[in-house]
Nanobody, 126 residues
Framework: QVQLIESGGGLVQAGGSLRLSCVVS????????VGWFRQAPGKEREFVAI????????YYTDSVKGRFTITRDNDKNAVYLQMNSLKPEDTAIYYC???????????????????WGQGTQVTVSS
């Protein structure tokens, strides 16, 4: 059974940085497209970034382009989200998600991902 375990969240001041980790167990991470989503209180779950299983180009939502970077480490079976220049509006619970059959048109749709982690809280103070 595939499990995703996130870590790395916390409280940081605006302008600071955090690195989120998503460790995959049960199967090699290279078999999956892995995405990060976030959900703020009272809002819908929002796509943040993905890294395709094929090694193709990463995708980001416009609000994080140039500030966030998603990477994969196959040796550690993990995907990371480096978040720099954090803003208060980045405050949310961040989730990693994975799927082995995702197509490009579906990457922003959370219902298309088969596996989810438990989430990690990121709070950015102003």
């Amino acid at each position: 059974q595939v499990q995703l375990i996130e870590s790395g969240g916390g409280l940081v001041q605006a302008g600071g940085s955090l690195r989120l980790s998503c460790v995959v167990s049960g199967r090699t991470v290279s078999a999956y497209t892995v995405g990060w989503f976030r959900q703020a209180p009272g809002k819908e779950r929002e796509f943040v970034a993905i890294i395709p299983r094929s090694g193709g180009m990463e995708y980001y939502t416009d609000s994080v382009k140039g500030r966030f970077t998603i990477t994969r480490d196959n040796d550690k079976n993990a995907v990371y989200l480096q978040m720099n220049s954090l803003k208060p509006e980045d405050t949310a619970i961040y989730y990693c998600a994975a799927d082995g059959e995702l197509i490009l048109n579906d990457i922003r749709r959370p219902e298309r991902y088969a596996y989810w982690g438990q989430g990690t809280q990121v709070t950015v103070s102003s």
